[in-house]
């Protein structure tokens, strides 16, 4: 993944401002965060919403005193392209985890997909998933999870603004989707498939936009690690 130590003896790095990365698949958040930290010798960077490393697409990071809009700048709605997989279950709703159970799916039909997401439209509830940094009694429901516990779950109102199926390959059906912070979109796929039937998860997801950021105006791993602290301070958004 690449994600080596640089040896480096740059400056420390006194700007603030905002960095727009197309984080990889496999890296954390958190990955993202250490790379362009330790990279350019900044002595604080945070970010903007987690995304799951199966996940790609858009993360904001904060540098400098722009991380006092943390908070801000998180409750920003949010906006996904992804596929979803009808007749499996996995333990994490999405590819990464334990497959728990495996149905028939062949019954599925696009409409029938589409009045599901008409459902699923608008103000709803949903439980976060055990592999989630929700808490529960000050534990992250994740470090629960790898000790094999589950615990129950408050439902959380969320609001989706907008879902669409793009493309129809069943059991397969890529989809656009806007909401509100704190939506699990792999617990969308797999309450979708639960209503359908067949069970779901999520097969692949891009985060394409968070609040007023775009994905096509954020930067690559790639790029970044040719660049110098200069560079950086071009690439950075004023906040």
């Known amino acids: 993944m690449g994600r080596r130590r640089e040896n480096h003896h740059l400056p420390p790095f006194e700007h603030s401002g905002i960095l727009l990365v197309d984080k990889p698949k496999t890296w954390t958040s958190h990955d993202v965060v250490n790379f362009v930290r330790r990279r350019f010798n900044v002595k604080k960077v945070g970010h903007c919403g987690t995304l799951d490393p199966a996940a790609t697409g858009l993360l904001v990071l904060l540098l400098g005193k722009a991380t006092k809009s943390s908070q801000t700048l998180s409750r920003s709605d949010k906006a996904y392209a992804g596929t979803m997989l009808f007749g499996v279950e996995t333990d994490s709703q999405d590819m990464d ?18 009045k599901a997401f008409a459902d699923f439209t608008g103000e709803i509830e949903q439980i976060p998933p055990m592999v989630s940094a929700v ?103 004023a906040f």
């Open 97 to 114: 985890g334990e497959v728990t159970a495996e149905k028939d799916a062949s019954f599925v039909t696009e409409e029938m997909v589409e």
């Open 135 to 237: 808490k529960k009694n000050g534990k992250k429901l994740y470090e629960l999870a790898r000790k094999g516990e589950t615990v129950e779950r408050e439902p959380r109102k969320i609001t989706i603004h907008r879902f669409e199926a793009t493309k129809f390959h069943l059991p397969k059906v890529d989809f656009d989707v806007e909401c509100s912070k704190g939506a699990y979109i792999r617990t969308l796929a797999a309450d979708i498939g639960g209503k359908l039937g067949c069970g779901g998860v999520l097969f692949s997801l891009a985060r394409t936009a968070s609040g007023e950021f775009k994905l096509e105006n954020a930067r690559s791993v790639e790029d970044i690690r040719d660049w110098t602290q200069d560079d950086l301070l071009q690439a950075l958004v």
